[in-house]
Each structure stands twice: as structure tokens, then as C-alpha cells.
């Protein structure tokens, strides 16, 4: 039987051979699933998707789209942002044959548009849901049966319980699940491990602000170079930086303080 370990004496400092010394210490070699540091950005326990975007993924757990979870997209406006960004991984699910379900998305999807994506009808199905109980019935047998690729659904208003019973839910399913919001519901409490904000440039680009990750808080906000799949072989090379074809002006009689006005120039407007 081995010898029990002394006690240090009132007025010693602790013996650091001692094993309670020894466990202790903080050894960040040694990593716990579901565990990680406040400093660093979280481990991913399964695989992700890529999302398409080099910037995107360096700043992602597991440098992709997190299965096994729920993503939040908040945008401005309803079908501004959405599709352009899931597109490239909506691609790469399609490619090996997942299917594509969309539960009340915030706009009707239009198939012609989202071909060039690499979707088509043989592996995208639309879920109509008109009320919230049956949007989140929809959504959660979905989830339930792991039997679809990715799944975007359109939620405007859901309770902070009710996005939690989602989670759960979404821990056992190897599908992507995307919930697409308006960004009115930036400031709520949400279970979701992972929220982006999603807003269009007027230069054919995404900005993108990460506002949840498992993972210290990103300030700065991501330019992602975007021109919709249909049209980035019609623009003309001045198309493709349509700012450029404003200049600043400030008005001789501004009211009060100096207002910025936009005018086309006319060396470089689109006759």
C-alpha cells in the first residue's frame, strides 16, 4: 500500500512534486472534446464543409460550415445575401448527392437562378410553411431524420427555448442547418454555436460579420468578392466596381453642414 501524501504545513508553500501541484497545472498540449481556450478559436468534433471562401473558413471552427449544428445568416433584407454566400457549399453538398431542403425560405426560390450554383430540381425540394408551429415542426423532423445534405429554413421570430430544442436536435444530424433571420434579431440570446451577418456591397461583395463562434470575438468586418454565378460572364470589367462609376461631390449651397452627394461621372457612366 503506498504511503499517503504529507500535507504542506501552515506557513509552507505547496510541495511542487506534489500530485495535487502537478494536476493543477494548465497543460495546453492535452485537448478535451468541446473544450477550448477563450484565445483561440474552437476544435470542430466532426468534419466540416467549406464554405467557399479562403477568408471565411481561416476564421471558422474547423475552417468551414459547422454539421452537427445550427448556423444563423441575419441579413437587412430578406434573399440579399443568403443564397450567395451557402452557394458554394450548397455545391459541393449537391456534388455528392445530398439533397437541398428549404423550409419557408424568406423569398421563393427561383430554380433558373440557382442552377449556375450547381442545384437543380432532382435534388431540391421547398418545404411551404406558412405559420412558426409548422416551420419549426418541418425543421425539426428534418433535422430528426438525417436524411437530406444541407437545410435552410426562414425563421423570423422564434423564442430563445425554441431555437435551443433545434440545437439539440441538431447535435445527432450530419446535415448542415442554416436558419436564415432578419438582423432585427441581432441582439437576442441564441443556442446557436455559430451567428453570421450577412449584408451585399455595392461592388459585387458580400460583408460579413461573424457575430457568435466558438472562439474569441472577430471585430473587423469580411469583404467577400461575389458576383452572382449568372452573371459574372454578361459585366463588362468597369461593371464588376460599379462605385467607381460614382465620384463624391460636395454641393455649393449644403443646409447647416456639408452634405456628400453622388453623381455619375460622365468619363466613365454607362451610356
Known amino acids: 500500500m503506498p504511503a499517503p501524501t504529507p500535507l504542506p504545513r501552515p506557513g509552507l508553500a505547496p510541495d511542487p ?4 501541484s502537478r494536476l493543477g497545472r494548465s497543460r495546453p498540449e492535452i485537448a478535451v472534446a468541446g473544450v477550448w481556450r477563450g484565445a483561440g478559436i474552437g476544435r470542430q468534433p466532426s468534419a466540416v464543409v467549406p464554405t467557399g471562401w479562403a477568408q471565411l473558413d481561416r476564421e471558422l471552427p474547423g475552417g468551414g460550415w459547422p454539421p452537427r449544428a445550427i448556423t444563423e445568416v441575419l441579413t437587412p433584407q430578406p434573399a440579399t445575401a443568403e443564397w450567395r454566400l451557402l ?15 428549404a423550409v419557408a425560405p424568406p423569398r421563393e426560390p427561383y430554380l433558373p437562378g440557382l ?84 449584408s451585399p456591397d455595392p461592388d459585387w461583395a458580400l460583408r460579413l460579420h461573424i457575430l457568435k463562434r466558438r472562439g474569441p470575438t472577430l471585430d473587423r468586418t469580411l469583404t467577400l468578392a461575389s458576383v452572382p454565378t449568372g452573371l459574372a460572364g454578361l459585366l463588362a470589367p468597369r461593371l464588376l466596381h460599379p462605385s467607381r462609376l460614382f465620384s463624391r461631390e460636395v454641393p455649393a449651397h449644403a443646409v447647416g453642414r456639408p452634405a456628400l452627394a453622388l453623381r455619375p461621372r460622365r468619363d466613365t457612366a454607362v451610356q
Open 87 to 101: 452557394g458554394p457549399a450548397l455545391r459541393q453538398v449537391a456534388a455528392r448527392g445530398g439533397s437541398i431542403i
Open 17 to 20: 512534486a506534489a500530485p495535487s
Open 115 to 198: 442552377q449556375p450554383a450547381g442545384l437543380d430540381e432532382r435534388g431540391f425540394v421547398w418545404i411551404e410553411a406558412r405559420t412558426l408551429a409548422e416551420r419549426l415542426w418541418a425543421i425539426e423532423q428534418l433535422i430528426k431524420a438525417n436524411a437530406c445534405g444541407a437545410i435552410i429554413a426562414g425563421l423570423e421570430q422564434a423564442r430563445a427555448e425554441q431555437i435551443r430544442r433545434l440545437q439539440v436536435c441538431a447535435q445527432a444530424c450530419e446535415a448542415l442547418v442554416f436558419l436564415c433571420r432578419p438582423q432585427a434579431v441581432r441582439e437576442q440570446s441564441s443556442a446557436a454555436p455559430l451567428r453570421v451577418h450577412a
